[in-house]
């Protein structure tokens, strides 16, 4: 059974820092690309960043200089560094497998940027 699950959202104040993770089983995780997409209330699901198996990054305009992905091979995991963050990142974020059909999503993890 595949499974992908966040962790690390939270509420924060603009400028401040987060840290999400998600926890990946049931896949050979190393061969997959892993991404991060975000939903904002109203909107539709955008991609946030990629990480491929062979290490490329790739990022929207939006949250470049600001939000690093990494990715542990060892212990199944992806991870989304956010800082200086906007109330515009206010989103609820997700997290993707893809290597062909099928991709799969974790169930998300909200992050909400407020005074």
């Known amino acids: 059974q595949v499974q992908l699950v966040e962790s690390g959202g939270g509420l924060v104040q603009p400028g401040g820092s987060l840290r999400l993770s998600c926890a990946v089983s049931g896949i050979t995780f190393r061969m997959y690309t892993m991404g991060w997409y975000r939903q904002a209330p109203g909107k539709q699901r955008e991609y946030v960043a990629t990480?491929?198996?062979?290490?490329?990054?790739n990022y929207v305009d939006s949250v470049k200089g600001r939000f690093t992905i990494s990715r542990d091979n060892a212990v199944k995991t992806l991870y989304l560094q956010m800082n200086s963050l906007k109330p515009e990142d206010t989103a609820v974020y997700y997290c993707?497998?893809?290597?062909?059909?099928?991709?799969?999503w974790g169930q998300g993890t909200q992050v909400t940027v407020s005074l």
């Open positions: 990480i491929t198996s062979a290490g490329r990054i």
């Open positions: 993707n497998a893809n290597w062909g059909a099928p991709s799969y």
